[in-house]
């Protein structure tokens, strides 16, 4: 819904970058309807945050509804990462890793993010002095899950996605989709590490448990992983390096950039 709509957020219901307390244990999740970028007056604003080398990206791109995306990931990173220092959103400077991971360059902060867009979302997750991965999907989209699992995944998670019924296996393929590329994401290795050297076992109600098979990974244990449903029937998984006992406080937050936010409740995927 646009801002102002019934159940959408309200065009002046909160500070344009509001203050935000971010504890360590904490990670906050920011997600923005895909369709709330498309306001011409608002795609001006959004971009006048880019810096050079985005807008330049931004104008090579030539599908619109890819430049859209772009345009509203880049906002939603900006003005997100406001929330948490006294940055306006088009003073963050960014780098890339060898892999080509998004990073922070300027101001030296302890913030860690983490950018996805899948289906009708874009979402940004944050934490402090943690590796974080975000990724978000449209669960009831059509995939060839069988293949690709084949290719892709562990035989355990392979024969698990095999075990549910014909009609529940394209949202099984998604649950385990989601994890792997918000861990690998959370690595920032990218396509260096194989979706097979690691393999999730997914229990309703119990946390979720996963396996490295590459000793190069670490100790699973250090990890910790979670999985929703957001709506319109999408996946959204997280993965943190940080794993204390009791679980991370995760908040969520739908958006839209530089007009609003309000909480958002998470519902578990497992439970």
């Known amino acids: 819904m646009r801002p102002g709509e019934e159940g959408g957020i309200p065009p002046h219901s909160v500070a344009r970058v509001t203050a935000i307390t971010l504890d360590e244990a904490d990670i906050h999740l920011w997600l923005c309807h895909q369709r709330d970028g498309v306001d011409a007056c608002l795609r001006r ?5 880019l810096a050079a080398e985005e807008r330049a990206r931004y104008d090579s791109i030539t599908r619109d509804a890819v430049r859209r ?32 991971k998004p990073e922070i360059l300027s101001p030296a902060l302890p913030l860690r993010f983490n950018l996805s867009h899948g289906g009708d979302y874009a979402g940004c997750a944050v934490t402090l ?17 069988q293949a690709i699992a084949k290719h892709y995944f562990s035989k355990a998670e392979y024969d698990d996605l095999l075990r549910q019924p014909h009609a529940r296996q394209g949202e099984r393929f998604f649950d385990y ?8 994401k959370a690595l920032g290795t990218g396509l260096a590490t194989s979706l097979k050297s690691f393999g999730f076992e997914l229990r309703k109600e119990k946390p979720i448990a996963v396996r490295f098979f590459d ?32 679980p991370p406080v995760v908040r969520a937050f739908r958006t839209v950039p530089l007009e609003g936010c309000r909480p958002l409740s998470l519902v578990p995927a497992l439970g």
Do not use: M
């Open 45 to 49: 604003r959004y971009l006048a945050l």
């Open 69 to 100: 995306c772009f345009l509203l990931s880049r906002a939603l990173l900006r003005t997100t990462l406001s929330h948490y220092a006294p940055v306006a959103p088009a003073d963050w400077e960014f780098c890339t890793n060898a892999h080509g």
């Open 129 to 145: 002095n943690a590796r974080l991965g975000v990724d978000i999907e449209a669960a009831h989209r059509q995939t060839r899950a």
């Open 177 to 184: 989709w989601t994890l792997k590329e918000a861990y690998v």
């Open 215 to 246: 000793k190069a990974l670490g100790e699973p244990d250090k990890w910790w992983f979670a999985l929703y449903r957001t709506p319109a029937d999408h996946r959204l998984a997280l993965a943190w390096e940080r794993c204390p006992t009791p």
